[in-house]
Nanobody, 127 residues
Framework: QVQLVESGGGLVQAGKSLRLSCAAS????????MGWFRQAPGKEHEIVST????????YYAESVKGRFTISRDNGENTVYLQMNSLIPEDTAVYYCVAAVARSDDYIYKQGRNYDYWGQGTQVTVFS
């Protein structure tokens, strides 16, 4: 059973940066696709970003492209989300997700493809 624990959320002024971390345990981290979803009040979960085993393949939602960067450290079993130029519309609970993958060619954009979800960390951006 994989456990995912997020950290790094908080209250930040628009234009500033935050870095989220997600520590994984209980599985073979380097064989998982990792990602971040978010859920704003009254809205559905939406994908933010995802990264393949080695980090060679990444995906970003259009709303965060150019501002957010996903990365992973397979030696530390941790995935990161660097969030720059934050805007109030980024306010949400951010969830770390993991999915078993057959190869480094895969990344998933749908929440239903992810086997494991963290508890979430709140990010609030004020103007």
């Amino acid at each position: 059973q994989v456990q995912l624990v997020e950290s790094g959320g908080g209250l930040v002024q628009a234009g500033k940066s935050l870095r989220l971390s997600c520590a994984a345990s209980g599985g073979t981290f380097k064989s998982y696709i990792m990602g971040w979803f978010r859920q704003a009040p009254g809205k559905e979960h939406e994908i933010v970003s995802t990264i393949s085993w080695s980090g060679a393949r990444t995906y970003y939602a259009e709303s965060v492209k150019g501002r957010f960067t996903i990365s992973r450290d397979n030696g530390e079993n941790t995935v990161y989300l660097q969030m720059n130029s934050l805007i109030p519309e980024d306010t949400a609970v951010y969830y770390c997700v993991a999915a078993v993958a057959r190869s480094d060619d895969y990344i998933y954009k749908q929440g239903r493809n992810y086997d494991y979800w963290g508890q979430g960390t709140q990010v609030t951006v004020f103007s």
